[in-house]
Every structure is written in structure tokens, then in C-alpha cells.
């Protein structure tokens, strides 16, 4: 497995760990009371899961399963694979630490659009390797 997919993957694994671990403690509030302030952190916890985890170990497994090239370097310019990660992650936690602490709305707006901006950037660098191996 290349390195920046294996970056991807185990901050995946984190945020996977950190999304059911705030669910997990607001279940347990559910049933009983000892820190209503947890509800407030809904919104983060469903930002991890959904984007912290889920998009992110799909463009991991993508930049590792993508079609190669067949010279060197056989994946590319990784510049863009490598923004990808830093600006999801920058937004992932904007928008999750925004929504808990229940600041600007355009605070959650920038968020959004370093993730936005980190789909492209992953589909820049990916759009190059999908190309025909037919004549």
C-alpha cells in the first residue's frame, strides 16, 4: 500500500475511533443523564463519521486501486492527493469544532469548502490515471 494511502486510511481509523466514541458517550447519556452538554456535540459526531471517516478511507483505497501509469512515477503527480488530505482534515475539524462550539455559520461554510476544495484537488490528480490502456 502506498504511504499517502496508508495516511489516509489510519486517519480514517482515527476518526473513526473518535466518531463512536462521542456516539457511544451520548447513548450512554440517553439513558442516563450525566452531561447534557453532549447533545450539542451531534453535529460534530456526524461530520467525523460521514466525512472524518467515510470519504476519506474511500480516496485512501482510490489513490491506492486507481489505474497506474506504466513509467515512473506510476501514480503520478501526488501534489494533489496530498492537498486532498491536509485540506479534508483541515475542514473536517472547522466544521466539527464550529457546529460544537456553535460559532459562525461562515466558519462552517470555510469548512465545507476545504472539503469541497479537497475532492477536487484528489480529482485533479486522479483524473490523469483513468485513461484507456486500448490503442
Do not use: C, D
Not at 73 to 89: H, K, S, Y
Amino acid at each position: 500500500m502506498p504511504t499517502l494511502s496508508t495516511y489516509f486510511v489510519r486517519l480514517a481509523l482515527v476518526h473513526l475511533a473518535l466518531g463512536f466514541t462521542i456516539g457511544a458517550f451520548m447513548l450512554a447519556n440517553k439513558g442516563v443523564t450525566f452531561a447534557p452538554w453532549l447533545w450539542r456535540l451531534r453535529s460534530a459526531h456526524i461530520e467525523v463519521l460521514l466525512v472524518g471517516w467515510l470519504i476519506q478511507l474511500v480516496l485512501g483505497v482510490a489513490f491506492w486501486i486507481a489505474p497506474r501509469f506504466w513509467q515512473e512515477p506510476v501514480r503520478g503527480n501526488v501534489t494533489g492527493a496530498w492537498l486532498a488530505l491536509v485540506l479534508l482534515n483541515i475542514g473536517v475539524w472547522v466544521v466539527a469544532i464550529s457546529t460544537y462550539l456553535v460559532l459562525s455559520p461562515a466558519l462552517i461554510v470555510a469548512g465545507r469548502v476545504l472539503e469541497a476544495s479537497a475532492v477536487v484537488s484528489f480529482a485533479w490528480h486522479l483524473w490523469p490515471r483513468i485513461v484507456s490502456r486500448e490503442g
